[in-house]
Antibody
């Protein structure tokens, strides 16, 4: 059974940094594209970034380019999202998602950016 | 960016009703579309990919159709556990984009 567990969320001040992690199990992690999706409180879903199986390709939504970095560790079945220069507008639940067509989702980790 | 327009944004229905949700893409996305169900406080769940391929374990009352720019999610006979918010997603082009969601509420 596919299992995705996010961690690393919390309260951070504007301009601060945070690194999210996603521990994956139940599938061959190294063969899957991985994605981060976020959802602001009471709002819809927003694609944030994804990373190819061998990390040779990474893509980002414009609003996070230059501030967020997606990475992965295939040896440890882990996905990461390094978030810098955080803004109030980045406040959201962040979901780790596996697969090209988003079949499997974690339960999310909440990031709150507030002073 | 490809805009995904869902309609309606909300609907009221009763158990047993047939429910149809439409998603329109601002440009051709072939059949690179998924449908996702989200219940309050929970993560989204994938119902289907490639516009009409049902994921394992998803009840057959759910069906999808369409290609290009017009897509439809149909629930043939609404069940109590189907009251939720539904999103479409295009994964044809970057950035990936979701529809704004359709909330299915009890009448």
């Amino acid at each position: 059974e596919v299992h995705l567990v996010e961690s690393g969320g919390g309260l951070v001040q504007p301009g601060g940094s945070l690194t999210l992690s996603c521990a994956a199990s139940g599938f061959i992690f190294s063969t899957y594209w991985m994605t981060w999706v976020r959802q602001a409180p009471g709002k819809g879903l927003e694609w944030v970034a994804n990373i190819k199986q061998d990390a040779s390709e990474k893509n980002y939504v414009d609003s996070v380019k230059g501030r967020f970095t997606v990475s992965r560790d295939n040896a440890n079945n882990s996905l990461y999202l390094q978030m810098n220069s955080l803004r109030v507008g980045d406040t959201a639940m962040y979901y780790c998602v596996s697969g090209w067509d988003f079949p499997y989702w974690g339960q999310g980790t909440l990031v709150t950016v507030s002073s | 960016d490809i805009q995904m327009t869902q309609s309606p944004s909300s609907l009221s229905a009763s158990v047993g009703d047939r429910v149809t949700i439409t998603c329109r893409a601002s440009q051709d996305i072939r059949n690179d579309l998924g449908w996702y169900q989200q219940k309050p406080g929970k993560a989204p769940k994938c119902l289907m990919n490639t516009a009409s391929r049902l994921r394992g374990g998803v009840p057959s009352r759910f069906s999808g159709s369409g290609s290009g720019t017009e897509f439809t999610l149909t629930i043939s006979s609404l069940q109590p556990e189907d009251f939720a918010t539904y999103y479409c997603l295009q994964y044809n082009t970057y950035p990936r984009t979701f529809g704004q969601g359709t909330k299915v509420e009890t009448k």
